[in-house]
Nanobody, 117 residues
Framework: QVQLVESGGGLVQPGGSLRLSCVASRNIVSSYVMAWYRQAPGKQRDLVTSITTIGSTYYADSVKGRFTNSRDNAKNTVYLQMNSLKTEDTAVYYC???????????WGQGTQVTVSS
């Protein structure tokens, strides 16, 4: 069983920056599709960004140009760099890993990001 542990969440002011980390308990980051989701109170869980095993990235329109999804295979870690944060970005952010062929997936426990003045 692979565990994903997110960290780096917290309280920031609008316009600020934050970097989230997701560390996998096994060396899977290089061979799984890694993604970040977020869920605001009373809202559905939405895909924020994903990165494939070959480095292709996807970003939701709402975060395009502000967020960057990256990975460090040696550290078995993925990062979500969030810049120019808006109050609308407030949510619990979840890390997800999915094997491209088997469909096996793992979810992290989530980390709270609050953007408020």
């Amino acid at each position: 069983q692979v565990q994903l542990v997110e960290s780096g969440g917290g309280l920031v002011q609008p316009g600020g920056s934050l970097r989230l980390s997701c560390v996998a308990s096994r060396n899977i980051v290089s061979s799984y599709v890694m993604a970040w989701y977020r869920q605001a109170p009373g809202k559905q869980r939405d895909l924020v960004t994903s990165i494939t095993t070959i480095g292709s990235t996807y970003y939701a329109d709402s975060v395009k140009g502000r967020f960057t999804n990256s990975r460090d295979n040696a550290k078995n870690t993925v990062y979500l760099q969030m810049n120019s944060l808006k109050t609308e970005d407030t949510a619990v952010y979840y890390c997800k890993a999915r094997h491209p062929f088997s469909g096996i997936e793992y979810w992290g426990q989530g980390t709270q990001v609050t953007v408020s003045s």
